[in-house]
């Protein structure tokens, strides 16, 4: 069947113009499904790259949680954390949404993926918390959020034993993360985007002008597929580019304080490197803080080639000689030899059709 491009202009207007409307998107069980198959699909790629991300630094949700997906839409974010972890590691699915149309979607729609997993409807905050431990799943809220509404999660948070935070990449949802990373700290250990447990160094006055956010490798249908070639076209949407920020938190074992799980020496790259004539630029945060490095080719060949991929290894450990990297190695991830071919991006500041409703 043909997709309804205007509904989907519509709807996407409806995103871009919720912070100050307000109110539900929805109107069907079609709508949703037409989300689903395209912006919702766009945003599980973002989700693949973060959980790719997770399962290459040795880190899963702790087996037998409930998984709660807050503000779940059509709980693109919930089914894609099941089938990277895989359905057995839960001991059920609850999904939350302002809209009784999209918990409803979104059951229907994990209990045909999932047949085996338990999946419950949660209408209101009251019954959001279960009894026993929960991973809390949270997909692109942060822009529509009033402030009532962002203390509430953040309680919500606070009780969770651990939670996978996928947001938009731009400055501004991407900076609204930090304070929260900030305030958690000491309670969670930080799982990712962080290698280290220490303050952000995004918060110093040199790095104002920078923002935690990173790029997703869309799969290769989208560049393969007519239907996703007519989206682009009719949408003025740039499928190569997927910017987002995230935040994971793990919980310690009681009577431990919170500590990194990433080795001590490691470092992620914010951002993508810029390449120059013979060198590449990067954005490193460190646990010292983050920094602006420079690798020279003919220093290591093999790394330089590294930074060419699109997107580049996440998590690196560098060898620093007069402040400049001069090799390395990284961490590769799951599938990362394949996708999209070593195409440019553009600014996640350019690209406001990655903004998608907590529903």
Same mark, same amino acid.
């Given at each position: 069947? $043909?997709?309804?491009?205007? @509904?989907?202009? $519509? @709807?996407?207007?409806?995103?871009?113009?919720?912070?100050?409307?307000?109110?539900?998107?929805?109107? /069907?069980?079609?709508?949703?499904?037409?989300?689903?198959?395209?912006?919702?699909?766009?945003?599980?790629?973002?989700?693949?790259?973060?959980?790719?991300?997770? &399962?290459? $630094?040795?880190?899963?949700?702790?087996?037998?949680?409930?998984?709660?997906?807050?503000? !779940?839409?059509?709980?693109?974010?919930?089914?894609?954390?099941?089938?990277?972890?895989?359905?057995?590691?839960?001991?059920?699915?609850?999904?939350?949404?302002?809209?009784?149309?999209?918990?409803?979607?979104?059951?229907?729609?994990?209990?045909?993926?999932?047949?085996?997993?338990?999946?419950? *409807?949660?209408?209101?905050?009251?019954?959001?918390?279960?009894?026993?431990?929960? +991973? @809390?799943?949270? /997909?692109?809220?942060?822009?529509?959020?009033?402030?009532?509404? /962002?203390?509430?999660?953040?309680?919500?948070? &606070?009780?969770?034993?651990?939670?996978?935070?996928?947001?938009?990449?731009?400055?501004?949802?991407?900076?609204?993360?930090?304070?929260?990373?900030? #305030?958690?700290?000491?309670?969670?250990?930080?799982?990712?985007? !962080?290698?280290? *447990?220490?303050?952000?160094?995004?918060?110093?006055? #040199?790095?104002?002008?920078?923002? !935690?956010?990173?790029?997703?490798?869309?799969?290769?249908?989208?560049? +393969?597929?007519?239907?996703?070639?007519?989206?682009?076209?009719?949408?003025?949407?740039? @499928?190569?580019?997927?910017?987002? /920020?995230?935040?994971?938190?793990?919980?310690?074992?009681?009577? !431990?304080?919170?500590?990194?799980?990433?080795?001590?020496?490691?470092?992620?790259?914010?951002?993508?490197?810029?390449?120059?004539?013979?060198?590449?630029?990067?954005?490193?945060?460190?646990?010292?803080?983050?920094?602006?490095?420079?690798? *020279?080719?003919?220093?290591?060949?093999?790394?330089?080639?590294?930074?060419? &991929?699109?997107?580049?290894?996440?998590?690196?450990?560098?060898?620093?000689?007069?402040?400049?990297?001069?090799?390395?190695?990284?961490?590769?991830?799951?599938?990362?030899?394949?996708?999209?071919?070593?195409?440019?991006?553009?600014?996640?500041?350019?690209?406001?059709? #990655? #903004?998608?409703?907590?529903?």
């Amino acid at each position: 069947m $043909r997709p309804d491009f205007a @509904l989907l202009d $519509r @709807l996407r207007n409806r995103f871009l113009d919720a912070p100050s409307k307000g109110g539900d998107y929805w109107e /069907s069980p079609e709508m949703l499904a037409l989300y689903d198959s395209t912006f919702g699909e766009r945003i599980g790629w973002k989700w693949d790259s973060v959980l790719a991300e997770l &399962r290459a $630094r040795h880190w899963a949700p702790p087996p037998g949680t409930a998984l709660v997906d807050w503000g !779940c839409g059509s709980g693109i974010a919930g089914r894609r954390v099941l089938r990277a972890f895989g359905a057995d590691l839960f001991t059920r699915l609850v999904v939350h949404d302002r809209s009784a149309l999209a918990r409803r979607f979104a059951a229907e729609r994990a209990t045909s993926t999932f047949p085996g997993l338990a999946v419950e *409807q949660s209408p209101d905050w009251g019954e959001l918390a279960p009894a026993e431990p929960f +991973t @809390l799943v949270i /997909s692109h809220v942060l822009n529509e959020l009033a402030p009532a509404e /962002s203390a509430a999660l953040l309680a919500l948070v &606070r009780r969770a034993t651990a939670v996978v935070w996928v947001e938009p990449g731009t400055s501004e949802v991407a900076r609204a993360l930090v304070p929260i990373r900030e #305030e958690l700290r000491n309670t969670f250990a930080v799982v990712a985007p !962080c290698t280290h *447990q220490g303050a952000c160094g995004l918060l110093t006055p #040199e790095n104002h002008r920078h923002w !935690c956010h990173h790029f997703a490798r869309p799969p290769i249908e989208a560049f +393969t597929e007519a239907f996703w070639s007519e989206f682009a076209l009719r949408l003025s949407i740039d @499928l190569r580019s997927l910017p987002y /920020s995230f935040l994971v938190l793990d919980r310690p074992p009681a009577g !431990c304080g919170p500590e990194a799980p990433t080795p001590e020496g490691w470092s992620r790259i914010l951002g993508d490197p810029r390449e120059f004539k013979g060198h590449f630029k990067v954005l490193s945060c460190e646990h010292c803080g983050v920094t602006e490095r420079v690798l *020279q080719k003919r220093d290591d060949k093999a790394l330089f080639k590294a930074m060419r &991929r699109v997107p580049p290894p996440p998590v690196f450990a560098w060898t620093i000689r007069d402040e400049k990297i001069v090799g390395g190695e990284h961490w590769p991830v799951p599938g990362s030899e394949t996708g999209k071919s070593d195409e440019a991006v553009s600014s996640p500041e350019s690209d406001a059709s #990655e #903004e998608a409703p907590p529903a």
